[in-house]
C-alpha cells in the first residue's frame, strides 16, 4: 500500500529568511556579526526594512520609523538597503526550493510557500525536506531560515513563526527551526494563540472581537457564526470562523497573475511646483514602462498617486483608448492629471502605476492624422525597446531620459531603489 | 392653482422635462426643480440647468391659475408610483399636495421666485421633417465625444452645405458627416455647434411629431416639436477642420450586407475584451473577422463580401466599427480603406448622404 497521507493531507512548508536583509549584509560584513544591525532608509523619512534579532532587543522592528530606531538602540550599525542584491540571493534561495517542488509561491524576497505533497514519497516527509531546505540555505548560502510545516498555508505561516528565534532583552535564543502542526494537533497548536494572530485581524477587528469577549483563537471558535459575521461583517465572519477551525484550502500559486505595475518615491524634501514633479513623472514612467515591456504586456488604465506633506493622499485614474508600454505615452496620459493637482501645499511622494492588462494595440486618433504624427507611438514604441536592449546589455544605468539627470548624473527610478524611504539629500 | 390630469401624461411630461433639471444641487438648487404654470387649462412644465432646457405644455383640468417649483426627481418618481388614472396636484400654502387613487403626498416646494426667468426665442424659424432630422440625428450624434475635457469635440456641426443642411460630429476617433439636402435652414457661410447632449435628447422627442421647428441665435438654439420646446446654449469655438481628414480616393472597397456584418461583429466581440481590436482580413470574396484576447481565446467569423483592391488586415475597436455599420441605413454597407493606418471610410451603398470615418487601431 502507498501512503495515504500522499493523498489525503496537503503538506505545505512556509519558509521564511530570518532578518533576510541584515543575514545577506553579514556576508559582505562578518566584523558585524551579533552586533545590532538594522537595514532601511538612512534619510529622516526612512522606514527601517530590517533589523538583526540582536536590535531586535531593544525593540527595534521593521516598518519603524528610522529615526525612532536610533533613539531606541543608537549604537546599532544603519546600513542602507540593497534590493538588487536581495533580489539575486532571493533567486538563489528559490532554486533550492526547486529542486525539492515545482510548486513554489513566493510572497516576498524572503518568504514563500512550497507544497511539498507530491515529493513525500521521494524526498521523506514535510518535516525532513523542512531540515533539508534549512541545512542546504544555510550551506550554500550561509543564510539562516525558519519553516513552518502544516496542511495548508494558513497553519504553515503560523508554525514558522513559531519556529523563529527569539529576541529578548536578556539575549537572542535560537528557534527550533521546524514546526509541524500535525494535521490531527491542529486545533491544540491554534486555539491557545492570541486571536490577533489570524490573518485578517488589524486593531479594527480586535477591538470589535474584545467586545465580544474574544481573547484567544479559541474564544473565536466557540463563537456561533451569526454572531461573529454580525460584529465584524459577512465575508470577514466568514473569513475568521474557517480560520478559527484552522481551514484554508487556497492552492499554493505558482505564477500569481500580476494585475498592476506601479513605482513610488517619497522626496527627501517636499515638491512645490509643478516643472519638478513632471521630472519626477518622468523617470517614475521610464521605471513602469521598462518593466511593463519586460512582462510583455501593456496597460490601459494609469494612475497617479499624490502623498501631500500633511500625508493627505490622493490618486487619479485615466483610461487610454489603446493600451501603452511606453513611458511617452505613459507622461502623456498621466501628465494632465498632475497638473491638474495644486502642488503648493507641498508634494511628500509621487507614484505612478498601470494596470488594466491587455496586449498592445494602438488606437489611432484623427488628431494623430491633422498633425502628421501617426506614426509617432510606433516610433516611440522602438525608442524604447532599444532603450531595453542597450540596459540589457550595457545596465540599467546606461541610459534614460534627460529630465532624469541632475546634478549627480542619471537618476532612475528602480525596484526598492527607496522602498524604506528616500536618502538624505546632499549638498554640494 | 389646483389641476387634475392622467397618471400617463404627467409622468412622462415630468421625466421629458427633467432630464433637462440638474441632479445635483449646486450654485443654484432650484435647478434641481421643475416649474410648472398653470394657465387655464394650459400646464407648461420647465426643466433647466441654464445650459439646456426643455419645456412642455399639457393640456390639463385647471382650476386657478400659478405657479410652483416641484423637486423635479421627487415629483417624477411620486406620479410614476401612482396606480393608473386621475393625478390630482394642488398648491396649498407653502405645500404642494399630489393625490391618485386612495395615495396621498404633501411635498415642499422649491422657490419659485428663484427660478430663473428663460426668455423666448425671437429669431425667424425654419421647418424641416421630424423623422428626416431625427435619423440624420440617429447617424451623427453617436461620433460626438462626452469627454468635457475637450468641450469643441462634445458638439455636432451644423452648417450649409450645397444649398442643404449638413451635421458633422467627431470624438477624434470617428467622424460622422450627414447631409440633409433640400433644406436651406441657415445661411451661407453660418455655422452652430450644438451640444451633443442637447441633440441625443431631441433625438428622443423627434419621434412624437411630424414636423420640427429651428431657431438658431447666435448664442443658442431652439427645436420645437409638437408640445415641447428645446433650448440650448451653443458651443463657442472652432471645429477642426474636418474636411481635411476625408480621404478624396480609397485604392480597397470592400461591399459587404449591413446585418450580418453586424452579427458576426457582435459574435466576435465576445472575445474582444476592453479595448481589444478586432481584424478585419480582406481579400477575395470573404472577410474575415478576429479577435484575439490573450489568456482567454479567440474568435473569428468569415463574411461573403465582395473586394476590389490589394490583400490587406486592417484592425479597429469593435463598438467603432460596429457603431458606423449600425448608422448606416441601407441593406449594404462598403468599407474603403487606403492602409491600414489611414483611416477607412464606411458609407451605405445607395445612400451618398452619409459618411462614417474611422481610424483604425494599430496592431503589432
Request: proline share 5%; charged share 25%; net charge negative.
Amino acid at each position: 500500500m502507498t501512503d495515504h497521507r500522499v493523498s489525503d493531507h496537503r503538506v505545505i512548508l512556509h519558509v521564511d529568511m530570518d532578518a533576510f536583509y541584515v543575514s545577506v549584509e553579514l556576508r559582505r560584513r562578518p566584523d558585524l556579526s551579533g552586533q545590532p544591525v538594522v537595514v532601511g532608509g538612512t534619510g529622516s523619512r526612512g522606514v527601517i526594512a530590517a533589523a538583526s534579532y540582536e536590535a531586535r532587543r531593544y525593540g527595534v522592528r521593521s516598518a519603524m520609523p528610522s529615526t525612532t530606531a536610533r533613539r531606541l538602540c543608537p549604537h546599532a550599525v544603519f546600513l542602507p538597503g540593497d534590493h538588487a542584491l536581495y533580489a539575486t540571493v532571493s533567486a538563489d534561495v528559490h532554486e533550492i526550493f526547486t529542486t525539492f517542488t515545482p510548486l513554489v509561491e513566493p510572497l516576498s524576497l524572503d518568504e514563500a510557500f512550497l507544497d511539498v505533497s507530491g515529493g513525500l514519497r521521494l524526498h521523506g516527509p514535510g518535516t525532513t525536506i523542512a531540515h533539508r531546505i534549512r541545512d542546504r540555505v544555510w550551506e550554500e548560502l550561509q543564510l539562516r531560515c525558519s519553516v513552518g510545516v502544516a496542511p495548508n498555508k494558513f497553519l504553515a505561516k503560523l508554525a514558522s513563526v513559531a519556529a523563529k528565534p527569539i529576541a529578548t532583552a536578556e539575549g537572542v535564543r535560537d528557534g527550533q527551526g521546524v514546526v509541524e502542526v500535525l494535521p490531527e494537533n491542529e486545533l491544540l497548536f491554534l486555539h491557545p494563540l492570541p486571536v490577533q494572530a489570524l490573518w485578517g485581524v488589524g486593531p479594527a477587528t480586535l477591538q470589535r472581537l474584545q467586545r465580544l469577549g474574544v481573547r484567544t483563537v479559541a474564544d473565536l471558535a466557540e463563537l456561533d457564526e451569526p454572531t461573529l459575521i454580525s460584529s465584524v461583517g459577512a465575508a470577514h465572519g466568514r473569513h475568521l470562523y474557517r480560520l478559527a477551525w484552522g481551514l484554508d484550502d487556497r492552492p499554493v500559486e505558482v505564477d500569481r497573475e500580476m494585475k498592476s505595475v506601479g513605482h513610488e518615491e517619497t522626496f527627501a524634501t517636499d515638491r512645490h511646483d509643478h516643472a519638478e514633479l513632471l521630472r519626477e513623472l518622468v523617470r517614475l514612467s521610464d521605471a513602469v514602462a521598462a518593466r511593463l515591456r519586460g512582462h510583455g504586456v501593456a496597460a490601459r488604465t494609469l494612475t497617479l498617486k499624490v502623498r501631500f506633506a500633511g500625508f493627505e493622499t490622493i490618486t487619479r485614474s485615466v483610461t487610454v483608448a489603446g493600451a501603452t508600454s511606453t513611458s511617452h505615452a505613459i507622461v502623456a496620459a498621466v501628465e494632465p492629471l498632475l497638473v491638474a493637482i495644486d502642488p503648493s501645499p507641498g508634494v511628500r511622494l509621487l507614484g505612478v502605476s498601470a494596470s488594466n492588462f491587455t496586449t498592445q494595440s494602438q488606437q489611432l486618433s484623427l488628431d494623430d492624422l491633422l498633425e502628421d504624427r501617426l506614426d509617432d507611438h510606433h516610433q516611440w514604441q522602438l525608442a524604447e525597446e532599444t532603450i531595453d536592449a542597450i540596459r540589457k546589455r550595457f545596465g540599467t544605468a546606461a541610459i534614460g531620459p534627460a529630465s532624469a539627470v541632475g546634478e549627480r548624473g542619471l537618476r532612475l527610478v528602480h525596484r526598492g531603489a527607496q522602498q524604506w524611504g528616500p536618502d538624505e539629500p546632499t549638498h554640494a | 392653482m389646483k389641476f387634475r390630469c392622467e397618471r400617463e401624461a404627467l409622468a412622462e411630461a415630468l421625466s421629458t422635462a427633467g432630464r433637462a433639471a440638474t441632479g445635483r444641487t449646486g450654485a443654484l438648487p432650484v435647478l434641481s426643480g421643475l416649474r410648472l404654470e398653470l394657465v387655464g387649462d394650459r400646464l407648461s412644465i420647465t426643466g433647466t440647468d441654464l445650459d439646456l432646457t426643455i419645456q412642455l405644455t399639457l393640456a390639463v383640468g385647471g382650476e386657478g391659475d400659478g405657479g410652483v417649483v416641484l423637486p423635479a426627481r421627487l415629483a417624477a418618481d411620486i406620479v410614476r408610483s401612482m396606480g393608473a388614472g386621475k393625478i390630482e396636484v394642488a398648491v396649498e400654502g407653502d405645500e404642494v399636495s399630489i393625490g391618485g387613487g386612495r395615495s396621498q403626498f404633501s411635498v415642499r416646494p422649491l422657490s419659485f421666485d428663484d427660478y430663473p426667468k428663460l426668455s423666448t426665442p425671437t429669431t425667424s424659424s425654419v421647418t424641416l421633417p421630424a423623422a428626416a432630422f431625427g435619423e440624420a440625428l440617429r447617424q451623427v450624434v453617436r461620433a460626438a465625444s462626452t469627454d468635457e475635457a475637450r468641450p469643441i469635440l462634445t458638439g455636432v456641426l451644423l452648417t450649409a452645405e450645397n444649398g442643404g443642411l449638413r451635421m458633422v460630429a467627431t470624438d477624434s476617433y470617428r467622424l460622422a458627416v450627414r447631409d440633409i439636402a433640400e433644406h436651406q435652414v441657415l445661411g451661407a457661410d453660418q455655422k452652430v455647434l450644438v451640444p451633443g447632449r442637447a441633440l441625443s435628447e431631441l433625438q428622443r422627442l423627434v419621434g412624437a411629431g411630424e414636423e420640427l421647428t429651428m431657431r438658431l441665435g447666435d448664442r443658442d438654439a431652439t427645436f420645437e416639436v409638437g408640445d415641447t420646446r428645446l433650448s440650448t446654449r451653443l458651443i463657442e469655438g472652432e471645429f477642426p477642420n474636418y474636411r481635411q481628414l476625408i480621404p478624396t480616393s480609397h485604392p480597397n472597397t470592400l461591399t459587404v450586407e449591413r446585418e450580418p456584418l453586424l452579427e458576426a461583429i457582435r459574435r466576435v466581440k465576445i472575445l474582444a475584451k476592453d479595448a481589444t481590436p478586432v481584424r478585419l482580413q480582406m481579400g477575395g470574396d470573404t472577410l474575415r473577422l478576429t479577435a484575439i484576447t490573450q489568456d482567454v481565446g479567440n474568435a473569428s467569423e468569415e463574411l461573403d463580401a465582395t473586394y476590389e483592391g490589394t490583400d490587406l488586415t486592417v484592425a479597429f475597436n469593435p463598438e467603432y466599427f460596429a457603431s458606423g455599420v449600425e448608422a448606416c441605413s441601407s441593406d449594404s454597407i462598403t468599407l474603403s480603406t487606403l492602409d491600414a493606418l489611414k483611416p477607412a471610410v464606411v458609407r451605405g451603398v445607395g445612400n451618398d448622404d452619409y459618411l462614417y470615418l474611422l481610424m483604425p487601431v494599430r496592431v503589432p
